[in-house]
């Protein structure tokens, strides 16, 4: 009965948010990066492609791209590629920390403002703005991929 009793303790600790499909601690938790931006507030679009190349690398371009504190950018991202890509904007030890929870729940979607996955051919975009200036990252999360080069980084400069 005791063991009963400890087992059930141990599966209700046991990850529900992973279980879920969710993000471990992402949720409700101010990002770093910034908060999703008012489109009205646009002043800035930037034209990010993502695809695969003949020698096997996977990438986007451009890979770096520089924005000023405060700004709400418009990044416009289009899979130019034959496989599912996914845009995930962060702070570094965030997008490793999620990197891993991908590998092990491969398929997992994405809910999060601050990421798009899309299928081969199509386009979209993530209305962001910059509250911290610092260097971020971006990168695509599913397995493999962010080995294959797709990674890029974001420098917020101060006013
Ligand atoms: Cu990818």
Redesign the pocket.
């Known amino acids: 009965m005791k063991n009963y009793v400890l087992a059930l303790a141990i599966a209700a600790l046991a990850t529900p948010a992973l279980a879920s499909g969710n993000h471990a601690g992402g949720h409700g938790e101010k990002m770093a990066v910034g908060d999703p931006g008012d489109k009205a507030k646009v002043t800035q679009t930037i034209r990010v492609t993502?695809k695969e190349t003949d020698d096997g690398k996977?990438l986007f371009q451009p890979a770096v791209f520089k924005v000023r504190k405060d700004q709400t950018v418009k990044i416009s991202i289009k899979n130019a590629g034959q496989s599912?890509?996914?845009f995930v904007l962060d702070r570094e030890d965030k997008i490793m920390e999620h990197k891993k929870v991908m590998e092990n729940f491969p398929e997992m979607e994405h809910a999060d403002p601050n990421s798009i996955r899309l299928a081969a051919g199509e386009s979209g975009e993530i209305i962001w703005t910059f509250t911290t200036d610092g260097e971020f990252k971006f990168a695509?999360l599913?397995p493999g991929?962010f080995e294959a080069g797709?990674h890029g980084d974001v420098t917020v400069a101060a006013k």
């Open positions: 993502m996977m599912d890509h996914e695509c599913i991929h797709m």
